[in-house]
């Protein structure tokens, strides 16, 4: 029997494949609590800024105004009642979580800019192409919908389609491959019929 081929041909699972860490348990719904309480948080960021039209400084105020009653109140309760006061967790506090959050970002940054990069020096024409194409689609949507729509669509898609790919693999993988094939025979019949019919110069040497 034939190996399936995998979407974007990747040879490891999907779990592996997004890091096999805590994103990767998160969007692959492994906590079907954790991811859905995030999703249902999305949804209601979502209600509060585009349906009740709240506005973000009123939004971060209210939610700091409510945080700091709520301690003061258990602190006020605590020594009436012998309670424990609130306690805020060392990690939150540590220099170390700060520079590791900086370093990851700082790689992840450096990783999108280098394949930017490869990708806009035109090394694959067939990915420079996409490329080109998918961004004109999302500038079509983005001039359709507003950014927190956008922003709000993204998420969603982030939570749910890995979730969804990871349950019908098999069958997006040979949606994937059929589609894949066609495109890959546009692409040569494009690149003959217009492309190749593109004159090209000499090159010219710059003098010493």
Not at 48 to 73: D, Q, R, S
Not at 82 to 98: E, H, K, V
Not at 138 to 143: K, Y
């Amino acid at each position: 029997m034939d190996t399936p081929t995998r979407l974007f041909g990747r040879q490891r699972p999907i779990h592996a494949v997004l890091g096999g860490g805590k994103v990767a348990n998160l969007v692959l719904w492994r906590d079907a609590k954790v991811s859905g309480a995030i999703l249902i948080g999305i949804a209601s960021m979502w209600f509060l800024f585009e349906v009740v039209k709240y506005n973000l400084v009123t939004l971060l105020c209210h939610l700091t105004i409510t945080t700091m009653l709520i301690i003061f109140i258990w602190s006020s309760a605590a020594q009436s009642f012998n309670w424990s006061p609130p306690n805020i967790p060392s990690i939150m506090l540590q220099d170390s979580t700060y520079r590791e959050f900086a370093l990851t970002l700082h790689r992840k940054l450096n990783y999108i800019f280098s394949n930017v990069l490869y990708v806009a020096s035109g090394y694959d024409p067939k990915l420079f192409l996409l490329t080109i194409v998918s961004l004109w689609i999302i500038s079509v949507i983005g001039s359709s919908i507003s950014s927190l729509n956008l922003v709000f669509f993204g998420l969603v898609c982030l939570e749910t389609v890995p979730y969804l790919y990871e349950q019908y693999e098999d069958e997006v993988d040979n949606v994937a491959y059929r589609t894949n094939r066609w495109t890959k025979r546009m692409y040569k019949k494009f690149e003959a019929e217009i492309l190749g019919t593109i004159p090209r110069g000499p090159l010219k040497h710059k003098n010493k």
